[in-house]
């Protein structure tokens, strides 16, 4: 049988259950594209700039659990099919965001046999697990099998492929390549799951002394990142039995359901909500579970956890870099959070200790809650619209399994601390590599890869001028996707720290941008809320219009006069990392420019 090296690339795709793939077909890779168009089992999409194909299957690896034709693969995973050159630097801000936040991605790429003045190689090792380039047509399903299991594993994140345009057009007998290959795949399909499953790195007597930290104990708290989103049950009944608060991270915010009692807040610290603030004061024992500390997760690096910290992960990588731990777990969150539980479980009962009510602990977070809630409630917005009557407004009107995903803006800490989320892999955001621009593209993979599910993008009016044009995708699919414009007309994250910081706003301002003619030129739906008054009606007639499969805009013109709690912290604590002189400085500017005008 004589195939080309394209028909070997769609070969090994559908054998790995990718349904969906991402870029712009160019002449060092059409031989790919005309080969995916032939399959039935996967669609290329077409998008109009190489970082939207990224931020595509950064999401649709966020928003996708195992595929429905190959249900034992872990993942339905994201890939985007470009070109080496230009293609390649424009992808570069998805690839990075992925590589950051741990997410698995396979960057397919054409190449000619030209002499390139960038080597794609290097200038991907430093974003990417690893990196291959074809040198034989013989090479291609076992390494796109190869990549695939790379991408997934351990921490995962994602793999470069190079495939040359004389090695796609090749044509050969590939009999014997893949019939020599078909244990290998059909093994790798039925048993690839498990195998990415880390091995467990602890002992026995690890386990025994996290939970005996945890038990000894007066006031121990959890703390669930992005590496355990699949994992609510576990997480629920871990906190129950100790009677601990739990808070997210930004990325882990769909981890632990928002309506239970000890539900705290996104982080704790000082750019915490009040109720996570207070509920981890005394905490004198953190189990934090996947999460790696980053920047984003730390506000800034105010969050400080407790001198007794437990560190669950997968990635052992991710150990003691940031705050010592007492007690590392190293292994798939799933089993090492039974095990734990079965170990505290144990422990209790040979002390003949009973599981610690955690009452008093739920009332008070559920007061915090309340208060802060009116707090917002009751400021005076001027004619604009308050966030949190928005996010009431809008957690009441669509489904409790929607599909949340923010931009990088103000508006992503104030969904975070307002919208309620409570379904695992329900708020996805940009959440380490602070990608403006990803809502959009990422909102319409989070719909192909859920069609039966409400996806809805909060996006700052900065970062739609940047892939805006991105929803022409969602019409020509008919995605019936929602896209939620915070309209108030700066890149207001920047214009807020210019303003405390300076006592300036220095080139923030966008302009006015009509919004309506913009959706009318693309065929999407549009409505405005222009105030608190609209928002009720605006949002039924967008999700009844969505509903029909039309893609819709809704234009808030929203009030950020009164800014989230995270947003305020990580000032501070930014402020207050510069040294005394750089800090006099800052301050003696802004108070000038105060004075001068």
């Known amino acids: 049988m004589n195939k080309t090296g394209a028909w070997l690339v769609r070969y090994a795709l559908e054998k790995l259950g990718i349904e969906h793939t991402f870029g712009i077909p160019g002449i060092a890779n059409a031989e790919i594209y005309d080969e995916l168009d032939q399959s039935d089992q996967i669609t290329p999409h077409l998008v109009n700039h190489e970082m939207s194909a990224a931020f595509m299957a950064d999401a649709l690896s966020r928003s996708s659990r ?19 050159g230009t293609g390649l630097t424009r992808s570069i801000s998805g690839i990075g965001e992925a590589f950051l936040a741990g997410v698995p991605m396979l960057i397919i790429a054409g190449s000619t046999d030209h002499h390139d003045s960038i080597d794609p190689q290097q200038l991907l090792k430093p974003l990417t697990k690893q990196q291959f380039k074809i040198t034989e047509q013989q090479e291609i399903v076992e390494t796109l099998f190869n990549a695939y299991s790379i991408a997934t594993s351990d921490k995962p994140g994602p793999v470069f492929i190079d495939i040359p345009l004389s090695i796609q057009i090749t044509s050969a007998d590939i009999d014997g390549a893949v019939n020599n290959k078909t244990w290998a795949i059909s093994h790798s399909t039925t048993n690839l799951s498990a195998a990415n499953q880390e091995e467990l790195k602890y002992s026995d007597a690890d386990i025994s002394r996290a939970a005996k930290y945890l038990l000894e104990a007066d006031h121990p708290g959890i703390l669930v990142g992005w590496g355990a989103v699949d994992e609510q049950p576990e997480l629920i009944a871990l906190a129950e039995q100790i009677g601990a608060p739990v808070s997210t991270t930004l990325s882990g915010i769909s981890s632990f359901p928002a309506k239970h009692p000890l539900h705290a807040g996104m982080i704790f610290g000082p750019a915490a909500v009040p109720s996570a603030q207070n509920a981890f004061e005394n905490c004198d024992c953190l189990l934090a579970i996947g999460t790696s500390f980053s920047q984003i997760d730390t506000a800034n690096g105010s969050l400080i956890p407790p001198k007794k910290l437990i560190h669950i992960d997968s990635d052992k990588q991710v150990f003691n870099r940031v705050y010592p731990a007492v007690q590392t777990l190293c292994g798939d969150p799933k089993q090492t959070l039974t095990n734990l539980l079965y170990k505290l479980q144990e422990q209790q009962e040979e002390q003949q200790k ?3 009510q955690s009452e008093q602990l739920c009332a008070a977070i559920a007061t915090d809650k309340a208060a802060f809630k009116e707090e917002w409630h009751s400021h005076n917005s001027k004619e604009r619209v ?30 975070a601390e307002l919208m309620p989320i409570n379904n695992p892999r329900g708020f996805i955001s940009p959440s380490s ?15 192909l890869a859920n069609p039966d599910k409400q996806v809805i993008g909060i996006v700052g009016d900065g970062a739609m001028l940047m892939s805006g044009m991105e929803a022409l995708t969602a019409v020509r699919e008919k995605l019936g996707t929602i896209y939620i414009i915070f309209n108030d007309g700066q890149l207001s994250r920047i214009s807020h720290s210019q303003e405390i910081t300076y006592n300036q706003k220095t ?19 549009y409505f405005v809320i222009k105030n608190n008054k609209d928002i009720d009606t605006a949002l039924r007639r967008a999700l009844e219009t969505s509903a029909h499969s039309h893609p819709v805009f809704i234009d808030v013109t929203i009030d950020y006069s009164k800014r989230s709690n995270y947003a305020q912290g990580v000032e501070k604590a930014t402020l207050a990392g510069f040294s005394g002189r750089d800090k006099l400085r800052l301050v003696s500017r802004a108070i000038v420019r105060k004075i001068m005008g």
């Open 66 to 84: 195992s595929s429905p034709n190959n249900p034992n693969l872990p993942n339905n995973i994201g890939a985007i099919i470009i070109v080496t």
């Open 386 to 415: 308050n966030p949190a009557i928005f996010f009431d407004k809008l957690d009441a009107a669509i489904n409790e399994d929607a599909i949340i995903i923010t931009d990088d803006g103000n508006h992503t800490f104030l969904a």
């Open 433 to 447: 590599f602070n990608a403006m621009g990803y809502s959009v593209p990422a909102v319409n993979a989070a719909k």
């Open 354 to 356: 009973q599981a610690p």
């Open 507 to 525: 080139r923030t301002q966008l302009g006015s941008v009509n919004w309506g003619a913009f959706a009318e030129s693309i065929e999407c739906g």
